[in-house]
Nanobody
Framework: QVQLVESGGGLVQPGGSLRLSCAAS????????MGWYRQAPGKQRELVAT???????NYADSVNGRFTISRDNGLSTVYLQMNSLKPEDTAVYYC?????????WGQGTQVTVSS
């Protein structure tokens, strides 16, 4: 019933930009804390950014100043605008939603930063 679907990943050159989207269904989106996580090859999944129900945001130090998380509660969608991309940003990016002690995950979208 709960579904999070990511889109917007792909191959981009270093210094380029991508915007990821995560469309939610089956939840009252506006009450959820939403976030983006990523998992690079051979590494643990790590937090990228979160956005609270009131729009307050937090970022990992590695992306702060380059990435922007936002949400559109009317469209039940959370976005991750990624600028000045670096090869070390290469990972599968996952959308996460949290409410009432329950976590939902999307299936992920691949982001590859390479020349």
């Amino acid at each position: 019933q709960v579904q999070l679907v990511e889109s917007g990943g792909g191959l981009v050159q270093p210094g380029g930009s991508l915007r990821l989207s995560c469309a939610a269904s089956g939840i009252l989106f506006r009450v959820y804390v939403m976030g983006w996580y990523r998992q690079a090859p051979g590494k643990q999944r790590e937090l990228v950014a979160t956005i609270a129900r009131d729009g307050r945001t937090n970022y990992a130090d590695s992306v702060n100043g380059r990435f922007t998380i936002s949400r559109d509660n009317g469209l039940s969608t959370v976005y991750l605008q990624m600028n000045s991309l670096k090869p070390e940003d290469t990972a599968v990016y996952y959308c996460k939603g949290d409410y009432g002690g329950v976590t939902s995950w999307g299936q992920g979208t691949q982001v590859t930063v390479s020349s």
